[in-house]
């Protein structure tokens, strides 16, 4: 119930409903949405004049956030800065645990650097997957962002990168990236819930850096005219840097088998997900040349069930393709159902981003760096 009357507010937003009953609801989303609008305002307003406390980490933190709901690819972004950074600092990331199912005590530890100690239910999706895949980088969930500084700072981190942090202001922050879905920048332009924007657009004042992401499938006229756009919403960031999602492999979820994303070419895919942006991933495979014969969207963040693997299956072969494929993010969830995957040709693909000019990038974020090292 709940999440139908999620998908038929967002097909109201985006008017793709019609009739007495949508019109209405627009007018009631709208309503709610300046209540939301001023609220939001007032609370960055008590937290930058001071009048509501922030606390500071001894140690230098970056923020990795959006300004929009759903997925504008914050975890590939986190993902490239560890890769760039973790060979000068020791870095934790410290993500709240968006999808854990399991409640655990907090600030709970998923990677100390070498050892994972916690499964995707008690990590959540996308802190376990990248924790999975990367080396010598502490994990912590923790909703009280303070509390896992604390934490990291124990196990020697000399670096924090902060997950979803944009809205968090209870924390003080080095740097402030914003991540921005080129393709649909900022919905109908309007904050929740009339739509898609989590605070109005005074908000990017705050941000450092802005990554316009997907860009591949804008022109770029477009991307362009985004960057003036931002240019004048923000006018004292340190650069707005075009980004690109690059297909990497196509990895069996059981056994060893790794093909590059061309695997792809000409196959009949039936694929699944539960991502925050679903048509990202279909324009995905058909771009690497999948012939995307079924695709069935999950929620964001679902937590797979064995009853929901069996009807996987069943669609799977009901659609006569030549494989089954979903994300990265959601295969970290399908591990402990091998049994039933057994012999199937299932795979994930995984992803990463490329960004234009990003030795600026770097730079800026190092200096910023640097002046919290040298205080």
Not at 96 to 108: I, L, M, Q, T, W
């Amino acid at each position: 119930m709940k999440d139908n009357l999620k998908s038929y507010l967002k097909r109201v937003i985006k008017k793709e409903e019609t009739g007495k009953l949508a019109s209405i609801t627009r007018v009631v989303l709208l309503f709610l949405s300046y209540i939301y609008s001023a609220a939001s305002r007032m609370r960055s307003f008590a937290y930058r004049n001071k009048l509501m406390p922030k606390k500071e980490a001894s140690v230098p933190v970056i923020s990795v956030g959006n300004i929009t709901t759903g997925g504008t690819g914050k975890t590939p972004f986190t993902a490239f800065l560890l890769e760039q950074l973790k060979h000068k600092y020791s870095i934790a990331v410290i993500s709240r645990g968006y999808g854990a199912s399991k409640d655990v005590a907090e600030p709970f530890l998923i990677k100390d650097g070498e050892n994972i100690y916690a499964d995707s239910a008690q990590s959540g999706d996308e802190l376990f997957m990248l924790a999975r895949k990367t080396d010598d980088v502490i994990f912590i969930r923790s909703a009280d962002r303070y509390q896992g500084t604390v934490l990291a700072e124990e196990k020697g981190a000399e670096l924090i990168i902060l997950d979803d942090g944009f809205q968090h202001y209870q924390l003080e922050r080095e740097v402030d990236v914003v991540i921005i879905d080129a393709e649909d920048p900022f919905s109908n332009n309007k904050v929740l819930p009339a739509g898609l924007l989590r605070e109005p657009f005074s908000a990017l004042k705050r941000a450092d850096i802005f990554i316009l992401n997907h860009t591949e499938n804008v022109e770029h006229s477009r991307v362009e005219a985004l960057k003036k756009d931002i240019n004048k919403k923000s006018p004292a960031n340190r650069g707005v840097f075009a980004a690109k999602t690059i297909s990497e492999k196509c990895i069996s979820v059981v056994g060893e088998d790794i093909n590059e994303a061309d695997f792809l070419e000409e196959k009949r895919v039936f694929a699944f997900s539960g991502i925050g942006s679903p048509e990202a991933f279909k324009r995905t495979i058909e771009s690497n040349g999948g012939n995307l014969v079924s695709y069935r969207v999950f929620k964001d963040h679902y937590n797979y069930q064995k009853e929901d693997l069996l009807t996987l299956v069943d669609q799977y072969e009901s659609s006569k393709a030549d494989i089954i494929l979903t994300t990265e993010k959601d295969a970290v969830k399908l591990f402990d159902f091998g049994d039933m995957i057994g012999e199937l040709p299932f795979y994930y693909l995984t992803i990463s981003m490329q960004i234009d000019d990003s030795k600026k990038l770097l730079e800026a974020i190092n200096e910023k760096i640097q002046q919290k090292r040298n205080k």
